[in-house]
């Protein structure tokens, strides 16, 4: 279906949830057109500790390295989700390859857009967050209102 | 998921022409049947309406089976009954792909039927038009001529074309009257 749509290459936006992974399996049921390429993209936010500076130094440290720690899980378990996710789009025919980026979800998401020069976000209507909008995210409502390319939401 | 039924509603602006042309082509390639919707709102004349359905759903539809359909009420609510009574698959949806407080009037629409559909929704920003065919940028400070409409993006000389200032005015009539209950007078706080 994505032929003559001009949907050559295709970004999803993944983060685990169930959601995500059916705009994945969505794509996946595609016919690509010739050379179609995917790119599944999950963005890991940095883990942030609040009021670092008022920790005694000596406890800094170890906070830090322990913060780094489960950032690094999350990076690994990110690669293996889009890797995993690009493996089960090759055998419909599409390239496909997993990106995972550190920052923030929309704006690591849209960079990733225009990286991969793009004709189309696929996202899951709602996310992982534990703040999930009703029947959508906010991750894809502010896509929505920001990407310069046409945005598919899978429910 | 197989996509039998694409529905493109439109209200005619520069914003949902993109949509169209995507919608025709997803319609083509997956050999579904395109439903091109129109709605009314409740306080306008619905002729005017399905002169220009008919010649959207000509343009769109060469080789394809095209429903057309025109309903008076509600943009949002009118097109997620109409996915659900026709059994959607896919609806193409335009958006202005503004911000702020003219996205919060504007955009209204595509962000109910993104919301509430009952299938996948394509939402497809003004911005991705062909080159050729955007909307001019907007010509310097003092050359009002020419100036697009701030809301469709149709040339004219005023800052919201009078088709769109009927249509604001109508859907805000239309939420007023909904927001207040009957026997209920003055602000609904």
């Not at chain 1, 709602?126 to 939401?153: Q, Y």
């Not at chain 2, 209200?11 to 919608?23: L, P």
């Not at chain 2, 001529?145 to 009539?173: F, K, N, Q, S, W």
Request: glycine share 10%.
């Amino acid at each position: 279906m994505a032929g003559r749509t001009g949907f050559h290459r295709v970004v999803i936006g993944l983060d685990g949830s169930p959601h995500s992974r059916r705009a994945a399996a969505f794509v996946a049921r595609l016919t690509p057109p010739r050379g179609g390429l995917v790119t599944c993209v999950q963005v890991v936010e940095p883990v942030r500790v609040p009021s670092m500076p008022l920790v005694p130094g000596r406890m800094r440290a170890r906070i830090a390295a322990q913060a780094d720690t489960i950032h690094q899980g999350q990076i690994a378990l990110a690669r293996r989700q889009v890797e995993a996710a690009a493996t089960k789009l090759e055998p419909s025919g599409w390239r496909a390859r997993g990106v995972v980026r550190t920052g923030r979800p929309l704006a690591e998401l849209l960079a990733a857009v225009r990286a991969a020069r793009a004709d189309v976000l696929v996202l899951g209507a709602r996310g992982a967050g534990a703040m999930t909008h009703f029947l959508l995210g906010s991750i894809a409502e502010a896509a929505l209102k920001h990407a310069a390319v046409p945005v598919l939401i899978v429910k | 998921m197989r996509v039998n039924q694409v529905l493109f509603p439109t209200d005619f602006s520069t914003a949902s022409e993109a949509a169209g042309r995507i919608a025709r082509a997803m319609a083509l390639q997956a050999g579904a049947c395109l439903h091109v919707l129109h709605v009314v709102p409740p306080v306008n004349d619905p002729s005017v309406g399905a002169e220009k359905l008919t010649r959207v759903a000509k343009s769109l539809g060469e080789g394809l089976r095209v429903e057309t359909a025109l309903m008076s009420g509600r943009a949002g609510r009118s097109i997620i009954d109409y996915a659900r009574d026709k059994h959607i698959d896919l609806i193409v949806v335009g958006t202005h792909g503004r911000t702020g407080i003219s996205h919060a009037i504007l955009g209204s629409v595509a962000e109910a039927v993104v919301r509430l559909a009952p299938c996948l929704v394509l939402a497809v920003p003004a911005a991705v038009l062909e080159p050729d065919r955007a909307p001019a940028p907007e010509p310097a400070a003092g050359a009002q001529p020419g100036r697009p409409c701030l809301v469709c993006g149709r040339a004219g000389d005023e800052l919201i074309c009078e088709g769109c200032r009927t249509r604001i005015r109508a859907e805000a009539l239309e939420q007023k009257r909904e927001a207040e209950r009957p026997g209920r007078r003055g602000s609904p706080v």
